[in-house]
């Protein structure tokens, strides 16, 4: 079983920033995408960013801009770099990890952000 444990969320200000880190218990060093989702209270799930195994990124318009995605093959884990937060980015952010090659998907727990006004 794949364990993803996220790390680095925490209480900013607004216009503050935060790094989310999300550490995989597997290589990720195959065809897959490790994506960073998050839910506020009350909302749906919604993908924030997306990166594949060759580096490609994409955002949701709402954080495009803000919020750079990387990841490091090597050390099997992704990064979310979250800047000029705004309180409407607070949420629960949720680690996802997609292995392409056996269509197998996992979940990390979540980390709290809460960005003030």
């Known amino acids: 079983q794949v364990r993803l444990v996220e790390s680095g969320g925490g209480l900013v200000q607004a216009g503050g920033s935060l790094r989310l880190s999300c550490a995989a218990s597997?290589?990720?060093?195959?065809?897959?995408?490790m994506n960073w989702f998050r839910q506020g209270p009350g909302n749906q799930r919604e993908l924030v960013a997306a990166?594949?195994?060759?580096?490609?990124?994409d955002y949701a318009r709402s954080v495009q801009g803000r919020f750079t995605i990387s990841r490091d093959n090597a050390k099997n884990t992704a990064y979310l770099q979250m800047d000029g937060l705004k309180p409407e980015d607070t949420a629960v952010y949720l680690c996802?990890?997609?292995?392409?090659?056996?269509?197998?998907?996992?979940w990390g727990q979540g980390t709290q952000v809460t960005v003030s006004s």
């Open positions: 990166i594949d195994n060759t580096g490609h990124a």
């Open positions: 996802h990890f997609r292995n392409d090659v056996y269509m197998t998907d996992y």
């Open positions: 597997t290589s990720i060093q195959t065809p897959s995408s």
